[in-house]
């Protein structure tokens, strides 16, 4: 057997995770079945810890008491090493449980304890033992008002808050405001150069070189110290599962075993203080060095960086030397893929929504790609990456491939296989505009070339920055909304919770840009736009900036700041500013449906002539009730609609994101760095949704707003119909370079689209195509079985699915019942 | 038809990114009007050389809330659209001047005109937009029908067009067309797709209203004037299903055309388009035929494509083989 598998080795299409045994290796299967056996859950012990070390310290500097708390814990959490597994390392003692961590959010928490158990969750379902609901009740009552969410929030006024989720939605600061930061990628290279004992020796000189005399130093000498301490409990961690090691070894009865179990015991007594030697002492420090990140705080989206570029030359080394062989780093990188499937956090049940079912969510790693010359930098552990992905098919870790002009072919033909198998993983960075989009807002040359992406698509220069990249979503439909309604909301009425301090007293949620009754010309609404959207930025510019120093004064992280340029280098900690680029990235969500709002009004009120903005506002306001010729127009082709490649509503999309990016980009950010703006949902659409009442491109109320850089979906019906080559033209026309935080396209295709070497290549050939349009970011859903059949029962929402019928493709809502159940049975063996 | 501005066809769809119509990506311009009338057709819209409206009574919202329809419709007083509980259920074809007014006003898409009059230059816009992708993927322009050659003149300046802005061009034909008329296009032509749906003109006739002898002549006309040729044969239950025809077949491309065939694709019938033509007032030509089980189907067809093979015919089920040109 090879593991290492041809490159154009064809997984079958469609056929996503429904297979058993999907590794060559049988203990990888056997570790993916005993993954299976457990639910998701929540464990005290590192809040208990950090608990009784705060009450311990109370009256230390805050940096050196967060240092002495994560001490704490990685010298006492319990630790445990999995049968079967070659790389040991954990956030809590049972697999996919969440540790808690009360230092940034408890409220919420005590809250879902008493009255909405997470048990009873209709999805992202935890179960908790007895013993750590009573923990967690009992330390809770220590942490109210000392949170970073107590903190955040007192410090906001209402005018502040009243665009957050607390007020009408306009913006949403959730995951930062109630969690850690995270987004970031740590300095893997620096770490594997130097080791641990060498970050020490570092740190060592650092603080000996301090001036004790100055005040600025004193604070450095607090960091220094506090970096010692997690170094020290860091190195004392990791040599803990040196010893577990040696304990199991000599009570284990298989020899295989008993020598795994010693080779682990070695790895790790090596890796705690030195530099690693081989591919598998590098992969052991690179997980555990993780995970400290992840229990220092529970940011999520901690990067895994390019994983090709960083473990190539171990890999070299140990296949020259023959002290390894191909399928056993293979079988290394599958059982590492199974490591980053258990991490869990536990988020509110609000958050939930946002991030429905991604247990630790952003565990992104890169592959392929240029180097910081500019030359291609695919190697044989890009191509075994996706092998392994197709060996493993979970949703860990989030895989990225980016991809240039000079991708060599083979590694498109390898990637494209694994994107059939559908997945949805891994998804495509196009280098050929993240690279200038990562220039743009300051990074060296070289930085950009290095990127990463971070989390879902976020750009940044691996191991130097601090990007806050999911800072907050900034709902854009909302904007457009207010700037036509005179800065109310559509529907304003008793029935609104802030209606005592806002309508009822003459006043409104925004700024008063006029209203779509009055407008006299079309300018007029793309300046009332404009202006709201400079109302709304400058609010959320303050409520980012007020997060980031509630941040900086609770939670700085010394560990993180090890492995952060420059923080050592400057003795600041990363919270604070140490790195070497700091940004913020609030992402704008709704693109499609401002594009296809304005193009609406555009058209049938300043053009055709055929309704008048009095009437549309009417429409919306009575929810399309009574309107329905009206709602079924704006619903269909008649309509100048975005992403058709039609360049009436393209423009207009182009307007929305660039306003939007005018009023956020480059404006300073509290970590002494800046503003830089997205322009993707992730699956907040759905909640920035819930927020508003009827709209003007053929929303009803609390529908979705049209998700990342997509057009639009109603309930009425999809608003393109032109097919994925139309898209590509569409989306291409924005300006992406400018949306320095990154965008998501979402395609979706049905498995017989892409059949065959001709579905194959004419895949490649539409994202070639799109990429050198300047597109950014693609990802894919190869449409299963289960989708058609819900495409059956709701075929407006799937409008512009592309099927395979017969001779040609067609969309699968106009064919008929029973050619729907032919396509339906006939995924298998479809060769037509 | 000539306008101010050239040539213009009747076009009753373009759709891009089609990908089983000749190699690579490719847009398709479906011409409107044909002379077959092929029993299992799946674009009845296809068939009439001018433009057609189309009703489709379940995406209508109602004669009460909406009823714009009745008020454009010049005609209306004789009662031209059927209603039938609240809802737009018909178009009574003997008095319709196919104004087309009814589906302009229709905001619903209830009523649907099928055929456009376009200009070659209309038509191009929307090829050359994704000229990058043809580039990308080997691709080009593909004219089908209908019948390609009932507007002759029009795709002939189309093809022009095209030749003159370096796309790749493939003709979807029945190829029952008088011969001059292909020799004055294939110039501008680079892969033929045509069928050869009976190799019996008897039968023939009986499943599409012509006999073959034209068809199978200008087969071998393409042949000689050395185009690149894909034949399909649309395997259709109860009509060209036997093994006899298709060895006939594979005897008529081996011996007459010197197997100079690029490729020979047998495709799967399948009951399609019954909507269509309910949509548009006519009867399902094959109403009664119980379609046999998938499986068992394409089983036979990789049957059939085996026997092809024996003859040494480039025979492959279905479209997504690479085609080799
Ligand atoms: S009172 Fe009216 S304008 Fe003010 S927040 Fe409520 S709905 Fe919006
Ligand atoms: S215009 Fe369309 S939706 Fe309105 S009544 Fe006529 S067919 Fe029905």
Known sequence: ?832 | MKSDFGIEGIVFNIQRYTIHDGPGIRTEVFLKGCPLRCKWCSNPESMKTGPEVGVYADRCIGVDKCGYCLSACPQSQDRVIFTADNKVTGIDREKCTNCNKCAESCPANALMTWGNKMTVTEVMKVILADREFYRKSGGGVTLSGGEVFLQWEFAFELLKECKENYLHTCVESALHVRTDILEKIYPYVDLVLTDIKHMNSTKHMEFTGVGNELILQNIKKTVEMNKPLVIRIPVVPEHNNCEENIRTTAEFIVNELHNRVNQVQLLPYRQLGTEKYSSLGIEYPMDDFKPVKRIVWEQNIIHLVKVMKSYGVPAVAGTTSKINL
């Open chain 1, 1 to 832: 057997m090879s593991a290492v598998e041809p490159y154009d080795k064809d997984w079958g299409v469609g056929v996503s995770g429904m297979v058993d045994n999907p590794s060559p290796f049988p203990r990888i299967n056997n570790m993916l079945k005993w993954l299976d056996g457990f639910t998701a859950g929540v464990d005290h012990e590192r809040a208990c810890l950090v608990t009784e070390v705060y009450q311990k310290f109370s009256g230390k500097p805050q940096i050196v008491k967060c240092a002495e708390a994560l001490s704490h814990v990685l010298r006492n959490i319990t630790l445990q090493i999995q049968p079967n597994e070659l790389i040991v390392g954990g956030l809590a003692a049972q697999p996919k449980s969440a540790p808690v961590f009360p230092e940034f959010s408890i409220t919420w928490m005590l809250d879902e304890i008493k009255n909405n158990p997470w048990k009873n969750r209709t999805h992202d379902v935890h179960i908790m033992s007895e013993e750590t609901e009573k923990n967690i009740l009992e330390l809770g009552e220590y942490w109210v008002g000392k949170t970073v969410e107590d903190l955040i929030k007192s410090t906001s006024t209402d005018e502040e808050a009243k665009g957050t989720s607390a007020g009408k939605g306009v913006f949403f600061l959730d995951l930062y405001t109630t969690g850690g930061i995270g987004h970031v990628c740590a300095n893997y290279e620096k770490l594997f150069k130097l080791g641990f004992g060498g970050l020490k020796k570092k740190v060592e000189e650092k603080l000996a070189s301090v001036d004790r005399s100055l005040p600025e130093d004193i604070k450095k000498r607090n960091f220094y110290q506090a970096q010692l301490i997690v170094l020290d409990a860091s190195i004392k961690y990791i040599k803990r599962y040196a010893l577990l090691a040696q304990e199991m070894a000599a009570k284990e009865q298989d020899k295989v075993r008993k020598n795994e179990l010693l080779q682990i015991a070695d790895n790790c007594a090596w890796v705690s203080e030195n530099p690693p030697r081989t591919f598998w002492e590098a992969i052991q420090l690179y997980n555990i060095a993780t995970n400290i990140i992840l229990l220092e705080s529970n940011g999520h989206s901690i990067t895994y960086g390019r994983f090709d570029q960083l473990f190539y030359p171990f890999y070299k080394n140990d296949i020259d030397n023959k002290t390894t062989t191909r399928e056993f780093v293979q079988e290394l990188i599958e059982n590492f893929f199974i490591k980053i499937h258990q991490l869990n956090k536990i988020r509110d049940v609000g958050n939930t929504i946002i991030a429905t079912g991604v247990r630790m969510g952003g565990t992104a790693l890169d592959v392929g790609g240029v180097d910081k010359y500019g030359r291609d930098a695919t190697n044989d552990l890009s191509y075994m990456v996706l092998d392994a992905h197709a060996h493993t098919r979970i949703p860990n870790p989030w895989m990225a491939a980016r991809v240039h002009a000079n991708t060599p072919p083979e590694f498109k033909i390898k990637l494209f296989n694994v994107i059939r198998i559908g997945t949805g993983e891994p998804k495509i960075l196009n280098d050929e505009v993240y690279i200038p989009a990562a220039m743009n807002y300051g990074r060296s040359l070289e930085d950009a070339r290095d990127y990463v992406g971070v989390g879902c698509v976020e750009p940044d220069a691996a191991g130097k920055e601090y990007g806050w990249h999911d800072a907050a979503y900034f709902n854009m439909a909302k904007v457009l909304e207010l700037a036509i309604n005179d800065g109310r909301c559509v529907g304003c009425a008793a029935n609104c919770p802030r209606w005592e301090i806002c309508g009822s007293v003459g006043k409104r949620l925004g700024a008063q840009t006029g209203s779509l009754a009055d407008f006299k010309s079309f300018d007029e609404v793309l300046d009332a736009y404009d202006k709201q959207m400079e109302y709304w930025c400058d609010r959320l510019v303050s409520c980012i900036n007020i997060m980031d120093i509630s941040h900086q004064q609770l939670k700085p992280l010394p560990y993180l700041s090890l492995l952060i340029d420059d923080c050592i280098e400057k003795g600041v900690d990363v919270s604070a500013g140490g790195a070497k680029y700091n940004f913020s990235g609030p992402q704008g969500v709704g693109t499609g449906s401002v594009a296809d709002g304005l193009a609406t009004i555009k058209q049938l009120v300043f053009e055709d002539k055929k309704v008048t903005g009095a009437e549309l506002l009417k429409a919306v306001n009575d929810n399309w009730e009574g309107h329905e010729p009206l709602y079924a127009l704006v619903n269909s082709d008649k309509i100048h609609h975005y992403g058709n490649d039609d360049n009436y509503a393209d423009e207009l999309a182009s307007f929305a994101l660039s306003t939007y990016c005018k009023h956020v980009e480059k404006r300073p950010n509290a970590r002494g760095g800046m503003f830089m703006p997205g322009v993707y949902s992730v699956s907040i659409n759905v909640l920035c949704g819930l927020f508003q009442n009827a709209s003007i491109e053929g929303r009803k109320s609390y529908e979705p707003i049209s998700d990342c850089l997509g057009p639009v979906h109603t309930y009425a019906g999809s608003h393109d119909i032109s097919g994925p080559t139309a898209i590509a033209n569409s989306v291409s026309k924005l300006d992406l370079v400018r949306v320095g935080n990154g965008t998501i396209l979402n395609w979706k295709f049905t498995p017989t689209c892409l059949t065959g070497e001709t579905g194959r290549d004419n895949l490649i050939s539409v994202i070639d195509g799109f990429f050198e349009k300047k597109g950014m970011q693609s990802q894919f859903n190869v449409v299963s079985r289960k989708t058609l059949l819900a495409a059956q029962a709701n075929p407006e929402k799937y409008k512009g699915l592309l099927v395979r019928v017969a001779g040609y493709s067609a969309y699968f809502v106009e064919l008929s019942k029973e050619l729907q159940d032919d396509l339906i049975g006939r995924t298998e063996l479809s060769f037509d």
